[in-house]
């Protein structure tokens, strides 16, 4: 599976992004999607995730209620919409691949080139 973030970019406090994630691949729908961020100078953090079939989500506690995971089988693209955006959450977000739902990073084996938020106060 290969993996392309896009939809990053500049800001301002309060404001909305959506990224975007699409896959290769003709099995999509066999991987559960995850989110994850770094920060500069900061360790990769999960966000968030869907299950293979959309009907599981974790999030973050940072993001709940800001954010929201959703995939597209049809497309083979993976979403994260970003509301209600905060300074703090600047950061190059990755999206992910693996076989389940998870929090931990090591569970995913194939991730995107990342794309950058900038949230500006």
């Known amino acids: 599976v290969q993996l392309q973030a896009s939809g990053g970019g500049l800001v301002q406090a309060g404001g909305s992004l959506r990224l975007s994630c699409a896959a290769s691949?003709?099995?999509?729908?066999?991987?559960?999607m995850g989110w994850f961020r770094q920060a500069p100078g900061k360790e990769r953090e999960f966000v968030t995730a869907?299950?293979?079939?959309?009907?599981?989500?974790l999030y973050t506690d940072s993001v709940k209620g800001r954010f929201t995971i959703s995939r597209d089988k049809a497309k083979n693209t993976v979403y994260l919409q970003m509301n209600s955006l905060k300074p703090e959450d600047t950061a190059v977000y990755y999206c992910?691949?693996?076989?389940?739902?998870?929090?931990?990073?090591?569970?995913?084996?194939?991730w995107g080139q990342g794309t950058l938020v900038t949230v500006s106060s």
């Open positions: 992910a691949a693996g076989l389940t739902i998870s929090r931990t990073p090591i569970t995913y084996g194939y």
């Open positions: 869907i299950g293979s079939r959309g009907g599981s989500t």
């Open positions: 691949g003709r099995t999509f729908s066999s991987y559960a």
